[in-house]
C-alpha cells in the first residue's frame, strides 16, 4: 500500500511538473511571438490616441506614426497645436510648422527612452527584460515588462496588448502602484504599408507661413499658478515682446515668455534630449531647461534643481492674457 501510495504522489507530481512547464512554454512563446512579429515589420502606419494621467490635468493627443526600416519616423502630436518629430538621414528633428520652428533632438531617438506609441520602442523594452510575461485574454495577447523612461522614473512596467494577428492594440505605462499613468489605444494599424522617404524630409513640413488675420497685439500678463515651495517670486521684468519672471528659494528657477514671429525662414533652435506632454503641446527637456510654445509665445523655464515633474506642474499652470 505504501508503494502504490508513492506511485501516485510520484505521478501527480510529474503531472504538476508538466503542466507548470508547458504554461512557462506558452508564456515564453507568447512573448517570442509577438517580438518576432515587432522585430520583423520593415514599415507601417498608426493613428492612435494618448492619454497622460496627471493629479493636476489629464492630457490628450491624437498620436500618429509612419516607420520605414531601419529608421526613418515620422510621429504627428494633435493637440491644440500640431507637432512632429521626424527621423532621417540628417538627424532628428521636431518641427512646429504653424511657427515655422524647428528643434533638433538626440539622435538616439527613440531607442534612447520609453515610448507608448512607438512599436520599435515597445519591442525593446520587452527584449530587454528576461523575465517578460506573456499571456491570452481572449483573443488577445498581453505582454507585461519593466520599462525604463528617460526623464520619467516613476514609470516602471509596460503592459501592451494586441490581437491574435499581432496588431496592437493598446499600451499602457504604469508606476510602482500599478496606476495607470500614460494610455495608448491604437485606432488604425497598416503593416509594411506603401512609403517612400520622402515623406521623411522634414523640410517638406517647412516654408512660409502666414500670420492669422484679426491677431491685435495686447499687453502681455503672465499667470503661474504653481509655485514651487521655498520659493518665492524675487523679480518680474517686462519688455516690449518678453516677461522674465526669478523666483528664488530652495529651488530657484526662471520663466521667460517672449512672442514669437512667424519667420519666412526655418529656425532652427538647440538640440534638447527628450520630450513631455503638455496640456498645450510638447516640451522639450534638456539637462536644466524646457522650453514649450504656448499659442504664438515660447516658454523657457530655467533651473539647476527642478524634477522633470516640476517642470510640467510649472509648465502647465502658466497662462497668459
Known amino acids: 500500500m505504501g508503494g502504490k501510495m508513492k506511485r501516485i504522489i510520484g505521478l501527480i507530481l510529474l503531472s504538476l511538473v508538466l503542466l507548470t512547464g508547458c504554461k512557462s512554454k506558452e508564456n515564453v512563446d507568447e512573448v517570442t511571438r509577438v517580438t518576432n512579429y515587432l522585430s520583423g515589420l520593415s514599415s507601417y502606419s498608426l493613428t492612435s490616441n494618448m ?8 492630457v490628450s493627443l491624437k498620436v ?39 528643434f533638433r533632438f538626440d539622435s538616439n531617438w527613440p531607442l534612447n527612452s520609453s515610448h507608448a506609441y512607438l512599436l520599435e520602442a ?18 488577445n495577447i ?11 522614473q516613476k514609470l516602471e512596467k509596460m503592459r501592451y496588448v494586441c ?6 492594440k493598446k499600451t499602457v505605462f504604469l508606476n510602482k502602484n500599478n496606476e495607470e499613468v500614460i494610455v495608448v489605444d491604437f485606432d488604425t494599424f497598416t ?9 521623411f524630409n522634414e523640410k517638406k513640413y517647412l516654408g512660409k507661413q502666414e500670420e492669422k488675420p484679426g491677431e491685435e497685439e495686447t499687453s502681455l500678463s503672465i499667470t503661474a499658478g504653481y509655485v514651487m515651495d521655498g520659493c518665492t517670486l524675487a523679480s518680474s521684468s517686462k519688455g516690449e515682446n518678453t516677461t522674465i519672471l526669478c523666483y528664488s528659494g530652495e529651488t530657484a528657477y526662471t520663466i521667460i515668455v517672449s512672442k514669437v514671429e512667424v519667420s519666412d525662414e526655418v529656425v532652427a533652435i538647440d538640440t534638447y534630449d527628450d520630450v513631455e506632454f503638455l496640456a498645450c ?5 534638456s539637462s536644466n531647461t524646457m522650453k514649450y510654445y504656448l499659442k504664438n509665445y515660447e516658454v523657457t523655464i530655467f533651473s539647476e534643481k527642478l524634477t522633470v515633474d516640476d517642470y510640467i506642474n510649472i509648465a502647465n499652470s502658466i497662462t497668459l492674457a
Open 51 to 58: 492619454t497622460i494621467n496627471r493629479p493636476d490635468k489629464n
Open 64 to 102: 500618429d506614426v509612419d516607420y520605414l526600416s531601419p529608421k526613418y519616423y515620422k510621429v504627428c502630436f494633435k493637440g491644440d497645436n500640431e507637432q512632429m518629430i521626424i527621423k532621417n538621414d540628417s538627424g532628428v528633428f521636431v518641427i512646429t510648422p504653424s511657427l515655422n520652428k524647428e
Open 122 to 139: 515597445i519591442n525593446k523594452d520587452i527584449k530587454a527584460d528576461s523575465e517578460a510575461s506573456g499571456s491570452l485574454d481572449g483573443t
Open 142 to 152: 498581453v505582454v507585461e515588462c519593466k520599462i525604463t523612461h528617460k526623464t520619467n
Open 163 to 168: 490581437d491574435a494577428n499581432y496588431n496592437p
Open 191 to 199: 503593416p509594411n504599408s506603401n512609403l517612400g522617404k520622402d515623406i
Open 281 to 285: 503641446g510638447l516640451g522639450f527637456l
